[in-house]
């Protein structure tokens, strides 16, 4: 079955600088690729997704990159924010309303 | 429109007993899936209901079992409840494609 690997578990950027969260996945099936953003207490929020014919999506300062090839894809976040502090989660959707989830990338922003 | 919805949003039962958890989907998703979240597992696939059908499952045992109304709303349920149970059980709807909106989970203690 897929399985997805993110890193790293935990992030500290100061702000206003860049972060970048990276997943690998297995099954190269697999053709959606959600990211989640989840605050404390809260329930996890779709950011931004991608499918399997593009290779980058942007949505303000937030991006998403894939590549098929390696069977890998980024978050970038730019201009980071305190609002942006979070556990984020990367997913690759297997068929069928599967999703299979990375271990999540607890970011810190520091002032 | 409203999101998901979940109810209850918090539950305290013992060791062996039994418990129903409800979801409401987005008006007009049909498809309901659930997940377990856990600091150690992270988010863990349990199952996807689509016009009452169970269409995919995830590698839990047969203690864990849902359903699906001609409503859309769906409950899961988990019978003979282990200490290791305690968890956020978390569901999300989607509509046409594979986009997944989650509601705020059900947080469960088994003492």
């Known amino acids: 079955g897929e399985n997805v690997e993110q890193h790293p578990s935990t992030l500290s950027v100061q702000e206003g600088d860049s972060a970048v969260i990276k997943c690998t996945y297995s099954d190269s099936a697999s053709n959606y690729f959600p990211w989640y953003k989840q605050e404390l207490g809260k329930r996890p929020q779709l950011i931004i997704d991608i499918r399997s014919n593009v290779g980058e999506k942007k949505d303000q300062r937030i991006a998403v990159t894939l590549n098929k090839t390696a069977k890998h894809f980024s978050l970038h976040i730019t201009e980071t924010q305190p609002e942006d502090s979070a556990v984020y989660f990367c997913a690759a959707y297997q068929g069928a309303q599967k999703l299979v989830f990375g271990q999540g990338t607890r970011l810190t922003i520091n002032p | 429109k409203a999101g998901v919805t979940q109810t209850p949003r918090y539950l305290i039962k013992t060791r062996g007993q039994q418990v129903t958890l409800s979801c409401s989907p987005i008006s007009g998703h049909r498809s309901v899936s659930w997940y377990q979240q856990t600091p150690g597992q992270g988010l863990q696939f349990l199952f996807e209901?689509?016009?009452?059908?169970?269409?995919n499952k995830g590698n839990f045992p047969g203690r864990f079992s849902g359903r699906q109304f001609s409503n859309s709303r769906s409950e899961m349920n988990v019978s003979t409840l282990e200490l290791g149970d305690s968890a956020l059980y978390l569901c999300?709807?989607?509509?046409?494609?594979?986009?997944?909106?989650f509601g705020p989970g059900t947080r469960l203690l088994v003492l």
């Open positions: 999300a709807s989607s509509g046409d494609q594979e986009t997944q909106y």
């Open positions: 209901y689509f016009s009452e059908t169970q269409r």
